[in-house]
């Protein structure tokens, strides 16, 4: 089992940056592959970034390819998104997600494949 707790989400005005933060407790987070995704209001949950397990390769949904960047740092069992150019259609809460089954990171994720989630950081860009 693992416990994921998101932080960092607010409100930024478009062409800001935020940093979100997700930090895993139990077992180790560098066993699990992890990922964020995002809802909008009246939307469906759509994936934005995925990291491996040591750190080493991330994928992308194309939106937002050049302005996040995800990342990890295993010593602290923390997960990161550093998000650029925030644009209003940012707008969402952001979710990181951990599964220690998935292994092919180098496609877009799928929400139903992810076992753990956190509760969720609004991110609100105003324009």
């Known amino acids: 089992q693992v416990q994921l707790v998101e932080s960092g989400g607010g409100l930024v005005q478009a062409g800001g940056s935020l940093r979100l933060s997700c930090t895993t407790s139990?077992?180790?987070?560098?066993?699990?592959?992890m990922a964020w995704f995002r809802q909008a209001p009246g939307k469906e949950r759509e994936f934005v970034a995925v990291v491996s397990r040591s750190g080493i390769s991330t994928y992308y949904t194309n939106f937002v390819q050049g302005r996040f960047t995800i990342s990890r740092d295993n010593a602290r069992n923390t997960v990161y998104l550093q998000m650029n150019s925030l644009k209003s259609e940012d707008t969402a809460v952001y979710y990181c997600?951990?599964?220690?089954?998935?292994?092919?990171?180098?496609?877009?994720?799928?929400?139903?494949?992810?076992?753990?989630w956190g509760q969720g950081t609004q991110v609100t860009v105003s324009s």
């Open positions: 139990g077992r180790a987070s560098g066993t699990y592959t």
């Open positions: 997600a951990a599964d220690p089954q998935i292994y092919n990171i180098y496609r877009p994720q799928r929400s139903s494949e992810y076992d753990y």
